[in-house]
């Protein structure tokens, strides 16, 4: 059941100083029709939904609404002709209510009892039932994401962009989530899901456009599209299946490298333990990846075997020296101002063969600093070069070159490879399983099951706190229903 | 990416342009004449060997102290603007441990001035550095308030336990020569000069060459990647930063006392405490740069006096031009980092 174009973006063109994000690219949102959005990252996904949002001016290009050209000057006006942008990152005021955070969204100026009795009637009218007294703070991530979406239609909005919406849910939840998209289109709306989860645009969608380089390469109904072709006009010419985790190949009598028991930790926020009472051993050559939804202690616990967060009580006895990789690269893995080898040096501290009695020798760690760019093939300008200046993936290339180089015999990494792009994932995974092979143990946890299956020689699961080995070989329904495992809702 | 060598000091120098140029518009609009004006100033700060060095240099030194301590706390994210309170804690221990010392040899009793003086310049800032630690106060704060109560101790030294042996007016006794920085000869520059910029050198070093100073500068730019990915202790390194700047500022208060006025006045900074923020603010962070832009200063506070008395313009119009200059640098700071912001995003 296919509609009129309600948006259309036509022949768009952007320039960010030196970087053309847009060369070109277009978009038709049909009402009625669930449309995938596909690109690899630095693609201009974003870019494009920016200018659709009303947030990005493009340098060239037509923006169409029913078919009329309109132009959007701030979010403002995308919103008055019915474009409803969910963003990636939340972003509901938690001091705020449920209501409170709808009527600033949504610009309703009435009075409190009023207020409640809309935002029931619109919650129901959506079928997005929400209470509309409590608190953004307190909600969890999934009614979290549902406000997003209900905040997003509360100006009656005919096409809602929902950038990468999964990203942090459950799979039950991602599930409804489509489900919802879905009963949206068929009441006679448009859906934008951008997305790089291929399983997703080929699930829920019913036309997918694939971004490469700012441009369009492929804009066609799902019917008839696999994966690997998808793949295809998302890379190009290559071909970058990454291979599936091989069976655990660390020997039983491997030394063990990391053996915490018993092991609490505080909630970042003082309040509450985030882990209960966690044991967990990890051979050198072992890679141990852990899922969970959001929330659920895997960070804590990462960041406390890995000395960032204190333990609260437990033994924890990690075998050094310990290369931490951090989920957050611009403010905790890197400092984007000081250049390549500033952060090399900042990283490996004075252990480092270019620190001698407090005196530092900069040539020799530049020069190490090059080795490691060409040797880890990260591509900058050099390094001098500020490390703003590197894409994402070219960071955190750099990141996981750095923490080698301490010749760690455990590396803990957060999401190692989150908003890279299929070859720079590729290439983490490599550096991760080398390492591995070579007889480091590695803990990460990584927010896309995807990932935690394909890299784990071990999967463990983390819900409310509590960790829980998942079986050789558990399919994703087994771990989905761990992940869930003592969760209301 | 590498930038041209000029640039650094163009920026400054076209702002101390625009800042001297509101100056003698502003001069014109009140009825003085600029070029009278602007001469006199010249030539009382640079006219002749002794105004330059008995005048521009003798307060360029403290300056330039005081800066290099504002710009190790800053590049180590820590804002200390209690420079002019530090300055008045060395300068009344420097005074009186002086008044004690006449019996020493020369060398060993102005070291031992100067040694008091920065310690208790330390000591001054080592409050703020521990509500800062302990309780998380914020340093901007605590170390402007303590300039009051700095001043107020020095009102009380001078009329009390420090009052000149007839106790008649509000200052201390005269310190023992043995305790006075011998001067050049032929000027009233003394050695804190050399003082000072053996300090800016090894500021420069420090920062430049050493993991120390490496690690300030990490705490200073990413505090949160400083300690997760580079193990530092950034509280710990950031009220390290603070004493050091503390130090500093206590050392230009012994010169002061020890080179200068050799006695203890309630007016002995003339605001160096906060001039000397606007001289690092010039320098933008660079150590070398701070010897610049101290004599700069310098040469604007001595040259207002001379053009006060030669063309009867008051002396505090020469504020108009420190603030025009800074303001300038700010700005143009401001817009370039504006400039990359738009280009990286």
Same mark, same amino acid.
């Given at each position: ?43 201009? +996904? ?35 002709? /019915? ?7 939340? #972003? ?7 209501? &409170? ?36 703070? *307190? ?11 209900? +905040? ?20 039950? &939840? ?22 790089? +989860? ?10 997918? #456009? ?20 998808? *793949? ?67 960070? &804590? ?12 009580? /437990?033994?924890? &006895? ?37 620190? +001698? ?35 994402? /993936? ?42 591995? /092979? ?52 | ?63 330039? !102290? =005081? ?29 009186? =441990? ?11 009793? @102005? ?21 800062? !630690? ?8 605590? @170390? ?46 003394? !050695? ?62 012994? @010169? ?20 000397? =923020? ?16 101290? =004599? ?38 401001? !817009? ?10």
């Amino acid at each position: 059941m296919t509609g009129a174009p309600i948006l259309q973006l036509r022949d768009i063109h952007k320039r960010f100083g030196t970087v053309q994000a847009l060369t070109g690219a277009g978009l038709i949102a049909r009402a009625g029709e669930v449309h995938a959005l596909l690109g690899e990252n630095g693609a201009g +996904k974003s870019t494009l939904m920016h200018v659709a949002s009303g947030m990005v001016a493009p340098d060239t290009g037509e923006i169409l609404i029913d078919g009329a050209p309109r132009r959007l000057r701030s979010p403002r006006d995308a919103r008055a002709a /019915g474009i409803g942008m969910v963003h990636q990152h939340f #972003t509901s005021i938690p001091a705020l209510t449920v209501a &409170e955070n709808i009527a600033l969204f949504a610009g309703w100026a009435v009075r409190p009892r009023e207020l409640a009795v809309r935002v029931t009637a619109l919650a129901e009218r959506l079928n997005l039932p929400l209470d509309p007294v409590a608190r953004a703070g *307190t909600l969890p991530v999934a009614l979290l994401q549902r406000l997003e979406i209900v +905040k997003a239609l509360a100006a009656d909005a005919r096409v809602l962009l929902l950038d990468e919406p999964t990203g942090v849910l459950a799979p039950a &939840e991602a599930d409804e989530l489509l489900a919802r998209a879905r009963a949206f289109a068929q009441s006679g709306g448009a859906v934008v899901l951008i997305t790089h +989860k291929l399983d997703e645009a080929l699930r829920g969608a019913d036309r997918v #456009t694939v971004l490469r380089r700012g441009r369009v390469v492929l804009e066609q109904a799902v019917v008839g599209l696999g994966s690997r072709e998808l *793949t295809q006009a998302m890379l190009g010419d290559a071909t970058l299946v990454d291979e599936p985790a091989p069976a655990a190949h660390a020997s039983d009598d491997a030394p063990r490298r990391v053996h915490v028991a018993g092991l609490e930790v505080a909630r970042e926020s003082g309040l509450g333990m985030a882990v209960r009472q966690v044991s967990l051993g990890i051979r050198a050559g072992e890679i141990v990846a852990v899922a969970g939804i959001e929330g659920s202690g895997q960070r &804590e616990l990462l960041r406390a075997i890995a000395g960032v967060l204190p333990v609260f009580r /437990g033994t924890r &006895e990690v075998t050094q020296p310990l290369a931490f990789v951090p989920e957050d690269r611009t403010t905790e893995g890197l400092i984007p101002e000081l250049s390549v080898t500033e952060n090399v040096v900042l990283g490996l501290g004075r252990p480092a063969s270019w620190v +001698k009695r407090g005196r530092l020798d900069w040539k020799a760690a530049r020069q190490r600093t090059a080795e490691m760019l060409s040797e880890f093939e990260v591509r900058s300008a050099g390094p001098e070069a500020p490390a703003a200046s590197l894409s994402g /993936g070219n960071q955190q290339k750099l990141i996981i070159a750095r923490a080698l180089e301490r010749a760690p015999a455990v590396i803990v990494a957060e999401n190692p490879t989150r908003g890279l792009d299929v070859q720079a994932t590729r290439a983490v995974h490599d550096r991760l399983r080398d390492a591995a /092979g070579r007889g480091v143990a590695v803990l990460l946890y990584s927010s896309d099951l995807d990932e935690v299956m394909m890299l784990g020689q071990r999967i463990a699961v983390m819900a409310r706190g509590t960790l829980s080995e998942a079986p050789a070989h558990a399919s994703r329904a087994e771990i989905g229903a761990l992940m869930l495992a003592g969760r209301a809702g | 990416m590498k930038r041209p060598r000029v640039v650094p000091l163009l920026l400054p120098l076209a702002s101390l342009g625009a800042g001297l140029a509101v100056l003698a518009v502003f001069f014109s609009v009140l009825g003085y004449d600029p070029v009278l004006a602007l001469g006199a100033m010249v030539r009382g700060a640079f006219g002749s060997w002794y105004a330059f060095a008995s005048g521009t240099l003798v307060r360029a030194i403290p300056l330039m !102290l =005081i800066a290099l301590g504002f710009t190790v706390g800053l590049r180590a994210g820590v804002l200390n603007i209690g420079g002019e309170g530090q300055f008045y804690a060395g300068a009344v221990a420097a005074a009186w =441990i002086g008044l004690k010392l006449g019996a020493w040899p020369g060398f060993a009793a @102005t070291t031992a001035v100067l040694a008091v003086a920065v310690v208790a310049g330390a000591c001054w800032v080592a409050v703020p550095a521990w509500l800062r !630690l302990r309780f998380g106060v914020l340093e901007v704060i605590s @170390t402007l308030l303590l300039n009051f109560v700095a001043e107020a101790l020095v009102s009380y030294m001078v009329q009390g336990p420090l009052q000149e042996s007839q106790h008649i007016y509000p200052q201390s006794d005269q310190l023992p020569l043995a305790a006075r920085m011998p001067v050049f000869p032929g000027t009233r520059l003394h !050695l804190g000069i050399l003082l000072a910029l053996s300090c800016s050198m090894i500021a420069w070093y420090v920062f430049r060459r050493t993991m120390t100073g490496f690690e300030l500068r990490a705490v200073g730019r990413g505090p949160r990647a400083a300690r997760v990915t580079g193990g530092l202790r950034v509280q710990r390194l950031g009220a390290m930063a603070l004493l050091v700047s503390g130090a500093l500022a206590g050392l230009a208060g012994g @010169t002061e006392v020890s080179g200068v006025s050799y006695a203890l006045y309630p007016n002995l900074s003339p605001g160096y405490g906060f001039t000397a =923020i606007a001289v690092a603010l010039l320098a933008r962070q660079s150590p070398m740069g701070i010897v610049l832009s101290a =004599i700069l200063f310098g040469a604007l506070e001595a040259g207002a006096g001379a053009m006060q008395r030669d063309a009867g313009v008051p002396a505090v119009a020469v504020y108009v031009a420190e603030a025009v200059t800074i303001i300038a640098v700010l700005l143009a700071d401001a !817009l370039s980092s504006r400039r990359r912001d738009m280009v990286t995003a």
